[in-house]
């Protein structure tokens, strides 16, 4: 496979003093075609200027032949890592992509964080930013860090066969040696790489055929376990800078409110409180420690104002839905393509979809030193390039006089896609002489956190005779966090792609489709934010568990009936029949009030296909028993890493649906903890077995497919134990009950959302 490279152009100045700052013999730059589709990088030979001091700010590698790679002199290679680790391994998947083309072991790389840039390590999938989020990583960067390690390759055999005075073709690389095998000679990296940072790049670069791979496609243990194993990994929280103090912080807790007045007479008394400072809607004590500043908080005496959401509360906003469904104007995503047939029976169905907050273990936290002109960021971020931003915008600083050292992250589910507090961290420490280290209590990050949206939908279709939807219509309503986040990715009439995500590309052959989606902006200060497994994880709970309903009205099982509705040889068909095949669906019957419910899609450029198994007890106890996932992801590069993946993914899932939701009243969010806003505990877990079907296809995204399909496959489990057709989440146990007299033994002993297992 022939890379060829672009023809020698112009790099702008901007993209020039970045390649400064990332410095090597040698650097090239990156250009990612813009756009959405695979991301296809284009690299420029053009040699930086100053790239000598630049290397030697970097400790001199001799050997820097674009942004991702150093090879220094003892023959170790660095690999500038362009997306955060928060949890999912891409460390190590990009690491293998990379140590593949280039010829070493993964245990031969030592993994570095990026510096933040756009220009260098922005993902074409999303819009050409540093981010890290909407399972790209791997699909964004699968041709061009190949590429990346191939130019190394390339020009390190160039140099071992110059010395050599034989043919580079004559030369083979392996666990970073170059070997020439008809003499018997061979050279490390280390021995070359100078005289390699030397050569001109190559024209073309020739990609491995994948039956060659040695390193992808292995079930490798992941470059960052060992750290974090033994302690020695440093998330955000974790950093320490000399003089640091640290702060806790109170904000508003209704939705848009402000502070008021402010007695810290109390709080100043406690041993170790240094200061009380002060924003339009939150205050924040200093102290020696975070004991200290924790205590001096709860010292405070503090007077909120009321704002505009003082009377606001969750069926306030629900009713608001349902109203701007009936009436707001309505975008199409997807047209139907002829009319449908006279006749038929008419199915329609509502869904309400709650609030979600994300609530990673790490606690939200920034360290930021503020100093005349400059300004020195510590997070753990998933948009490096977006907090250098709004630094420089609070600090009225350029852009290159911030800093920011990202850190891994102790969970992101795309919580660290905002950059709210680390703003209020900025906004902190510009008040003060020395680097502040700010902590959100796990309180202050469920209470102010940037949910997923509340969404409300309606769906309908009209079977014919054959039982088959001969129309489909689908209507969501719901706020846009793209239309806030990066309003420039919305389309042309204000469609919000991620709210029709896996709602307008059914996996299933339907022509007579429509899908449209209604605008409802939240009130002032009620944000809403990505939520892992963003537009799919809302819509997949409504098209699965409806096209279940269809199944269950047409009389039919509900794999067939999927199986009727899809293209033979189709890929999402080969996930839904590797899954029942492993689960054995239809060979047994199933003992009372156990089900299976199926969910099968699209999302996120990969298949995949859930199969959960559920017991309910007669008072309403929901016990998972058994979890099979089927999932084609293209080519598999770590299938241990998508184990972790798709089993992490769907707890993350079943979780949210069983347990979660966030509600307000009095325009404040009433969740607070993890003992009402609560997970999966390990003796609640399914037995869980994933499968990947063999696929010669480019790798598509895995982060969040987990969690998509759980909602539906758990809801259409309970449907087939219970009879009890979900139409909101997260379950009620009350919903489950078996009889009245089951519910009356239940209204005993308690119940509600977090009770059901």
Not at 52 to 78: C, K, L, Q, T, Y
Not at 721 to 739: D, H, I, N, Q
């Amino acid at each position: 496979m022939k890379t060829r490279m672009p023809p020698d152009t112009d790099i702008d100045s901007g993209r020039r003093a970045v390649m400064k700052l990332a410095g090597g013999g040698l650097a090239v730059a990156f250009l990612w075609t813009a756009g959405l589709g695979p991301a296809v990088a284009q690299m420029n030979p053009r040699r930086q200027a100053a790239d000598e001091a630049a290397a030697a700010a970097d400790g001199n590698p001799p050997f820097a032949p674009n942004a991702f790679i150093r090879i220094d002199a003892d023959g170790s290679v660095r690999l500038v890592m362009p997306s955060a680790e928060m949890g999912q391994a891409i460390y190590t998947g990009i690491s293998m992509m990379l140590a593949e083309e280039l010829g070493v072991g993964l245990d031969q790389i030592k993994v570095e964080h990026s510096i933040a840039s756009d220009a260098l390590y922005g993902i074409a999938l999303l819009g050409g930013g540093q981010i890290t989020g909407g399972s790209t990583s791997t699909r964004g960067q699968w041709q061009s860090l190949r590429e990346a390690g191939a130019v190394a390759r390339e020009m390190l055999v160039a140099a071992a066969a110059a010395q050599w005075h034989v043919d580079p073709a004559s030369c083979s690389v392996a666990r970073g040696t170059i070997t020439h095998a008809a003499s018997g000679r061979t050279l490390g990296f280390g021995a070359v790489a100078e005289a390699a940072g030397k050569l001109p790049q190559p024209a073309t670069v020739t990609l491995k055929d994948p039956k060659d791979f040695t390193v992808i496609g292995k079930p490798l243990r992941r470059v960052d376990s060992p750290d974090k194993v033994n302690g020695g990994t440093q998330f955000g929280i974790d950093v320490k800078v000399p003089g640091m103090k640290y702060a806790a912080v109170r904000t508003s807790p209704e939705l848009a409110g402000t502070l008021g007045s402010v007695d810290d007479t109390k709080a100043r008394a406690i041993p170790g409180v240094i200061d009380v400072i002060k924003l339009d809607n939150a205050v924040a004590v200093v102290g020696e420690h975070y004991w200290a500043a924790h205590r001096g908080l709860d010292a405070l005496e503090i007077e909120w104002r009321k704002g505009v959401n003082a009377h606001l509360d969750t069926a306030t906003l629900v009713g608001a839905l349902q109203e701007s469904s009936r009436t707001g104007p309505a975008l199409v995503g997807r047209q139907p393509k002829g009319e449908a047939a006279a006749g038929g029976k008419a199915v329609e169905m509502t869904f309400v979809s709650p609030m979600l907050a994300h609530a990673p273990m790490e606690p939200l936290n920034a360290t930021v030193h503020v100093t005349p002109g400059k300004c020195e960021v510590w997070t753990g971020t998933q948009v490096p390039t977006r907090v250098q931003k709004e630094a420089a915008r609070i600090c009225g600083i350029p852009l290159e006089a911030v800093t920011v050292n990202n850190q891994y992250l102790g969970g992101g589910f795309g919580r660290r896609l905002e950059t709210d507090q680390v703003e209020q961290a900025v906004a902190f420490a510009k008040q003060v002489a020395y680097p502040l280290k700010v902590i959100w209590s796990r309180e202050e990050d469920i209470r102010h956190d940037r949910v997923r949206p509340l969404y409300f939908d309606r769906i309908s279709a009209t079977l014919g005779d054959d039982g088959k939807p001969t129309s489909w219509k689908h209507r969501i309503t719901s706020g846009t966090v793209l239309g806030r986040w990066l309003p420039a990715a919305m389309g042309k009439d204000g469609m919000d792609s991620d709210a029709i995500e896996s709602a307008a590309d059914l996996p299933y052959d339907m022509d007579n489709v429509l899908v449209e989606w209604v605008r409802h902006e939240m009130p002032p200060g009620l944000v809403v934010g990505w939520w892992r497994g963003v537009g799919p994880t809302h819509n997949l709970f409504i098209v699965e568990s409806f096209i279940d309903h269809l199944a269950q009205t047409a009389g039919k099982d509900p794999l067939a009936y999927r199986r009727s509705l899809m293209k033979p040889g189709s890929r999402p068909l080969g996930v839904l029949d590797l899954a029942a095949e492993k689960i054995g669906w239809g060979r047994q019957p199933l003992p009372a009030r156990v089900g299976r419910g199926i969910a099968v899609a699209s999302p996120f450029g990969s298949h995949v296909c859930a199969i959960v198994e559920v017991e309910v007890t007669a008072q309403g106890v929901l016990r998972l028993r058994r979890a099979v996932v089927a999932v084609d992801v293209g080519i598999a590069i770590n299938p241990s890493s998508i184990q972790a993946q798709v089993q992490g993914g769907l707890l993350f899932g079943l979780s949210a649906a069983m347990f979660n939701g966030i509600t307000l009243k009095d325009g404040m969010i009433e969740q607070s903890n993890f003992h009402d806003y609560r997970t999966l505990r390990i003796n609640e877990a399914p037995v869980m077995e994933v499968y990947t079907v063999n696929s010669s296809e480019s790798p598509g995204g895995l982060g969040e497919v987990g969690t998509a399909i759980a909602a539906p496959a758990l809801a259409n489990a309970i449907y087939a134990a219970t009879g009890v057709r979900l139409s909101e989440l997260p379950v009620t146990r009350t919903s489950l009950v078996e009889s009245a007299e089951a519910l009356k033994h239940v209204a005993e002993i308690g119940t509600g959302k977090g009770d059901v297992a």
